[in-house]
Each structure stands twice: as structure tokens, then as C-alpha cells.
């Protein structure tokens, strides 16, 4: 089921701080602190929080000298669109004295919509020809294999539709020839799942991949590079739910752990 976001006409070039995607996603008046936190946000992360609060959930609450993205129940939940290992100080001291739960979205779609420096007007709008799986999480995930073996964290991985929005403005990137990135906004969740333990992330391995295989075996039978196919095992090694079982020449050879 998916959740969808309405896009509103930009003004003019957009800045994420004066955006109002929060409020359209009902995020706004349920916010319980003032503070760093609503401002530091992107409209990506307050439309993702929206949607893992639900309808119930609390929104930005004070807790323990921090302040966490949405409550639902006894879960914590925290929301990380960038890097994990940003956040893994936070979730590790967490985890100690409650169920915490972490959404990391990936990009399955993802449009890129380029302003003019002034004004409203849309230069061009175009899909990005890069696709991403639930496989890419690995990139980050190998920044946070201990916590994927805690008895307090979960995982959920969310497959989304975004737009990225870009200005003209001649300060950006020469890559882009000058053109900003100015926000990212939330098309729609396409669909998620959740990871209790590392051998519930283990599944992900393809079902044709016989044990022991290599990092090469596994990025041929994912279709994935062998630089993410090698954090993938690495990361899977290192929450317990592959180990290492000998060697072929110089490559590590894996095998699936049994969940006991």
C-alpha cells in the first residue's frame, strides 16, 4: 500500500528550511519539542517520520536527553535518510533501555526537477535512471553489524519514490554544471520490510546462492557490484548470521548460521 504526497507549486528556487511539506503530511501540529530538531530536517525525513508515526504515533519526543522522531507503543523510532554510522552513537545507547526501531529508505525511483535561480519556473523534470534495491541498504548497514544482532533493534527498510530538487543557480557542483541541490521531497513509500534479527536480514541473500560461496559468487548471483556484495557479507558476518567457513585462493568462503 503506498503513501502518497501531493506535491505543492515551489514558489521559486526551494530551501528546505522553508518548506511545508511537514504540514502536509500532518507533521507539524504534532510536533512535541521546539527546538533544533523540526528545523534540521529535510521534507524526505519529516514525510518519512509522518509515515512510520502513523496515526497514533507521538512526533519528536523528548526522551533520555534526546530528542526521537516518533513513538509508537514502547518503540522508539528514528528515521536516518544519510549515513548510519552518524547515528549509530544514538541508537547503540537506545537500544540499552528500549525497543528502538530504525527506517533507512532507498531510492527505487527517483525524479530530479531543476528550478530557475528566480521565480517559479521549472526548467526540466526528468526520472533518474538509477534504481535501488533493498540490497544497497548494505552500503550503510556495514556501519551498524552490532547493532543488528541486539535483542532491541529493528530494522526496516523502505523502497521509495522521490524527487530531488535542484536550482539554477550557478553555485553547485561543476559536476552539475553549476546547478544546486536544494531538498529532497517524499513521492511515495512503495513498500517496506521489517528486520528483527540478522537472520531475518539473511533472507535477502539470493535463494540461488549456494553455501559456502564467495564475495564474487554472491555479487553474480545478486546482480550487484562486488564492492556492495562484499559489505553484504561483511556486514551479515559480522551480526552473526554468516560465517566464515575456509578460503578459495585468497577470497573468504561463507556460510548461512543457523538461528538458534
Not at 507539524?28 to 517520520?49: M, Y
Not at 513498500?191 to 539470493?206: G, M
Amino acid at each position: 500500500m503506498s503513501y502518497r504526497i501531493e506535491p505543492e507549486p515551489q514558489a521559486s528556487c526551494p530551501e528546505p528550511q522553508n518548506s511545508d511539506q511537514g504540514t502536509r503530511t500532518g507533521y507539524q501540529e504534532r510536533v512535541e519539542t521546539v527546538g533544533i530538531g523540526t528545523r534540521a530536517q529535510t521534507d524526505l525525513h519529516r514525510a518519512l517520520v509522518a509515515w512510520a508515526a502513523g496515526d497514533t504515533g507521538r512526533i519528536e519526543v523528548e526522551m533520555d536527553g534526546s530528542v526521537i522522531d516518533a513513538v509508537r507503543g514502547e518503540t522508539l523510532i528514528e528515521v536516518q535518510t544519510s549515513s548510519l554510522g552518524a547515528i549509530r552513537p544514538k541508537l547503540e545507547r537506545l537500544v540499552e533501555e528500549h525497543p528502538v526501531r530504525l527506517v533507512h529508505p532507498r531510492s527505487a525511483r527517483k525524479w530530479l526537477r531543476c528550478y530557475a535561480a528566480e521565480g517559479d519556473e521549472i526548467l526540466w523534470e526528468r526520472r533518474s535512471p538509477k534504481k535501488e534495491s533493498y540490497l544497497d541498504a548494505f552500503g550503510e548497514l556495514v556501519y551498524i553489524p552490532k547493532l543488528l544482532k541486539h535483542p532491541n533493534f529493528e530494522l526496516e527498510l523502505v523502497l521509495v519514490e522521490r524527487r530531488e530538487l535542484r536550482c539554477n543557480d550557478g553555485q553547485g557542483s561543476w559536476r552539475r554544471k553549476g546547478i544546486s541541490i536544494v531538498g529532497q521531497e517524499l513521492v511515495q513509500v512503495l513498500e517496506s520490510r521489517r528486520f528483527a534479527s540478522p537472520n531475518d536480514l539473511a533472507s535477502l541473500l539470493p535463494p540461488t546462492l549456494d553455501d559456502p560461496f564467495s564475495v564474487s559468487a554472491l555479487a553474480k548471483a545478486a546482480g550487484i557490484r562486488n564492492r556492495l556484495a562484499g559489505r553484504m557479507a561483511y556486514t551479515l558476518y559480522k551480526a552473526g548470521a554468516l560465517e566464515r567457513v575456509g578460503k578459495r585462493g585468497k577470497a573468504y568462503l561463507y556460510g548461512r548460521v543457523d538461528e538458534t
